[in-house]
């Protein structure tokens, strides 16, 4: 198989931006960014997309995937970082870095409701800011959305006709706005966590999205998946989550991969 991590943090291994980096080194495992790399690919993980979630985070994201091949970056602004954006004035130094080489996509942006660690009217503000950047470059967006759809379809759908497109990262939501998501042609990446789920009509909504519009991703170091609860998540993790996929929707896990791997490429543009 030749697989695609397209959502990954690899790169907080390497000095500590965010708590991302506690996660990496808190357990009695030796990793460095070449051991985890080089493990990625022995599992068929052939390509990662690391992914800035704040302007320092996407900094240091572009910084680790200059001289690595097969690798590349986002850059963007997390909901959970929006206050402290808006403060600082970090959108300004964002639409300066998004044309740093080998940075093909916007985000993580997004809405979150679930922590709400920035007020909401922040979190739109600072959306609406990154899908237009998106725009101007031609890029697609990384989408982080948690319990907050009432609020981004309305956002989002006010761009209609502009060309925006991206990927739900981590869907873990329902059937009516996967729907929705396909009328627009959006993406949806899926992680670990459908091997742990026990919603059944989540589970539904797994094996009815449509093979064009699959992503694989693992959001290492988290959502570590079955049967590897309890460690640190890696790229090589997406081949234990394509195969638990494949068995879910019935599908041939050569023929999945083969189909996500493209699919990412040509959102990606890579």
Not at 1 to 19: A, G, K, N, Y
Not at 69 to 96: C, F, Y
């Amino acid at each position: 198989m030749e697989l695609f991590d397209t959502h990954c943090h690899t790169h907080e291994m390497v000095r500590r931006i965010t708590p991302v980096y506690d996660k990496w080194h808190g357990d009695s495992m030796e990793r460095t960014p070449e051991s985890v790399i080089d493990a990625a690919h022995e599992a068929g993980v052939s390509r990662m997309l690391c992914i800035g979630t704040s302007l320092a985070d996407s900094e240091l994201a572009v910084e680790f995937v200059q001289n690595r091949g097969n690798m590349w970056t986002s850059v963007g602004i997390h909901p959970h970082e929006a206050a402290e954006a808006l403060q600082k004035g970090h959108l300004d130094a964002l639409r300066a870095l998004v044309t740093s080489p080998k940075v093909v996509a916007v985000g993580e942006c997004g809405l979150d409701y679930f922590y709400n660690h920035s007020p909401k009217e922040d979190q739109i503000t600072v959306l609406k800011a990154q899908i237009e950047l998106a725009l101007e470059h031609n890029l697609p967006l990384s989408f982080h959305v948690r319990e907050a759809f009432d609020d981004f379809w309305p956002l989002f759908e006010s761009y209609r006709g502009a060309g925006l497109r991206g990927v739900l990262h981590s869907y873990t939501d329902n059937t009516a706005n996967m729907e929705r998501a396909i009328k627009h042609g959006l993406h949806f990446g899926v992680n670990g966590i459908v091997t742990f789920m026990r919603d059944e009509a989540k589970l539904v909504t797994y094996r009815t999205i449509p093979q064009h519009l699959l992503l694989l991703e693992t959001d290492a170091p988290f959502l570590t998946p079955v049967p590897f609860r309890g460690t640190v998540c890696e790229s090589k993790h997406v081949r234990v989550t394509a195969e638990f996929l494949a068995k879910l929707r019935d599908e041939n896990p050569e023929d999945l991969a083969a189909e996500t791997t493209a699919n990412a490429c040509a959102l990606f543009t890579v």
